[in-house]
C-alpha cells in the first residue's frame, strides 16, 4: 500500500521523532503545494496549526522581516535559527520615543535580611509535584487544546497558591489575569501592586509557558520551559507567604507561545509599551534543571542581547544568594522572551541552567522528561528561584 506524502510524515515522525532529516525528507519529497494538508490534520486532531499561513518573521535586527509560511517556520526552528515572528507586532518598539527613558542603573544588593529569609523557605517539593502534572499534558503547544488546557491548569494553580499562601490583606494587592491571544492559549500576568502612590515602576520576572516538538504535532513535555516556569512559581510562594508587599509593582509573567517566535511575550511588550508602563528591569528564566555529566553545577548568564547594567547586578544576586556560581554564555538573536522586552528599550536579561553549549540535549524532542536522566534536578531549579525572589525583593523594594 503507499501511503499519501502527509501519512507517510505521519510514520516517518513518530518512528525518528521528527528529527531535521524527517522534515527535510518530507519537504523535498513533497513540495509544498502536493501537501494534503487536511489528511495531516485528521492524522492530528486537537490543533489549530495551519501550515500554509504566511508569518512575517524577523531574523536578525539590520535585515528586513520576511514573509514565509508556518511550515518553513517549523524547519527554521529544527535547524535551530532563532526570530521573531511579527506579524501581529511589527511595530513593536515604535512607541518607545513617546516615554521618558532615564539611563538605567542598579544598586548591589542590600536586602539581604528580606532575601535570605525568603528564600530558606523554598523548597523542591512543590516544584516537582507541578511539574509532574504539568508535564503530564501531552504537549503545550500553543495551538493545541492540551497547550490551552495546560494553561488553565497553570491559572488554577496559581489561583490556589495565592488562596492558601498570602494573608488576606496582601490577597487585596494582588491580581491574577489572563492575558489573551488569538491563538487559544493565553499568557498569564500576576501582579503584586506596589505600595507606593507616588511610584508607578514595574519590576517583572517572566518564563515561558509553552513547549514544542521539532515536529509541533508529537509529544513535549518538561524542561524548555516547565523548569522556569516551576522555579517562579516557587518564587512567588516564597514571597507571598512572607507577606511581599513590595514598593514597586512587581509581576511574575508566564508567557504563551515562545516557542512560535515569542508571539506571546511580544503582545505583551507591545500592550505595556503603548501604554507607557514604566518598566524598570525584567528578568526572563527558560530552563533551569539541567546539569550535564561532567560539568560543574553554575547560573548561565546570557551576555548577549541584554541589558550590561542589569546583567551586571544578575550576577552580583548569585554571588550573594545562591550556593552556585554563574557562569557568561551567549545565546544569539530572539532567543528568549526577554528579547521582546529589549526590542521595546526595557531593561532586560536572561538566565539559564548553564552554558548554552551545556544545556539540556533533549529539548524540543518527546526526551525532554522529568526522568530521562538524573542530570535533571529539581535542586538546582531551586537555585532559580532563590534568584527568582531575590531579584523581586532587591528591585521591588519592602
Not at 40 to 45: N, S
Not at 247 to 259: G, L, P, Q, R
Request: aromatic share 10%; with cysteine.
Amino acid at each position: 500500500m503507499k501511503l499519501s506524502p502527509a501519512v507517510a510524515l505521519v510514520v516517518a515522525a513518530a518512528t525518528v521523532n521528527a528529527s531535521q532529516v524527517v522534515l527535510d525528507n518530507f519537504i523535498d519529497s513533497t513540495g509544498p503545494q502536493r501537501v494534503d494538508y487536511e489528511q495531516l490534520y485528521q492524522a492530528y486532531p486537537g490543533f489549530n496549526l495551519n501550515l500554509e499561513e504566511r508569518r512575517l518573521v524577523q531574523l536578525d535586527s539590520s535585515e528586513p522581516p520576511v514573509e514565509i509560511s508556518e511550515l518553513d517556520k517549523i524547519q527554521l526552528k529544527a535547524q535551530g535559527v532563532k526570530f521573531f515572528d511579527i506579524t501581529e507586532t511589527a511595530d513593536l518598539g515604535s512607541y518607545a520615543h513617546l516615554r521618558t527613558i532615564s539611563q538605567s542603573s542598579f544598586p548591589s544588593p542590600n536586602a539581604t535580611k528580606q532575601v535570605k529569609s525568603v528564600i530558606k523557605t523554598l523548597s523542591t517539593s512543590g516544584m516537582t509535584e507541578n511539574l509532574k502534572t504539568f508535564t503530564s499534558f501531552r504537549t503545550r503547544y500553543y495551538r493545541s487544546d492540551t497547550g490551552r488546557q495546560s494553561q488553565l491548569w497553570l491559572l488554577s494553580r496559581i489561583n490556589e497558591i495565592t488562596e492558601s499562601f498570602a494573608s488576606e490583606s496582601l490577597r487585596d494587592l494582588i491580581s491574577i489575569q489572563e492575558f489573551p491571544h488569538s491563538w487559544g492559549q493565553n499568557s498569564i500576568i500576576v501582579k503584586i501592586s506596589g505600595t507606593s502612590s507616588e511610584d508607578e515602576g514595574v519590576i517583572i520576572v517572566g518564563a515561558h509557558q509553552d513547549s514544542a516538538h521539532t515536529w509541533p504535532f508529537l509529544p513535549a513535555p518538561a524542561d524548555d520551559d516547565g523548569s522556569g516556569t516551576m522555579s517562579i512559581l516557587e518564587a512567588y510562594r516564597g514571597l507571598i507567604l512572607a507577606g511581599f508587599a513590595p514598593k514597586h509593582t512587581v509581576e511574575f509573567h508566564f508567557y504563551s507561545a515562545e516557542e512560535g517566535g515569542l508571539l506571546g511575550s511580544q503582545a505583551v511588550a507591545r500592550d505595556y509599551e503603548s501604554r507607557g508602563v514604566n518598566v524598570l528591569a525584567m528578568s526572563q528564566f527558560d530552563m533551569t534543571a539541567w546539569i550535564k555529566k561532567g560539568t560543574k553545577e553554575s547560573v548561565g548568564i546570557i551576555m548577549d542581547y541584554t541589558h550590561s547594567a542589569l546583567t551586571e547586578f544578575n550576577k552580583a544576586l548569585v554571588e550573594e544568594y545562591l550556593d552556585i556560581p554563574y557562569v557568561e554564555t551567549k545565546c544569539g538573536y530572539a532567543c528568549s522572551d526577554h528579547a521582546s522586552w529589549s526590542k521595546a528599550d526595557y531593561p532586560s536579561i536572561f538566565t539559564i541552567e548553564s552554558t548554552f553549549e551545556e544545556s539540556n540535549k533533549f529539548i524540543h524532542s518527546g526526551n525532554d522528561r522529568i526522568d530521562i536522566s538524573n542530570e535533571f534536578s529539581f535542586e538546582h531549579m531551586l537555585e532559580f528561584a532563590k534568584l527568582a525572589a531575590a531579584f523581586a525583593i532587591e528591585l521591588g523594594g519592602q
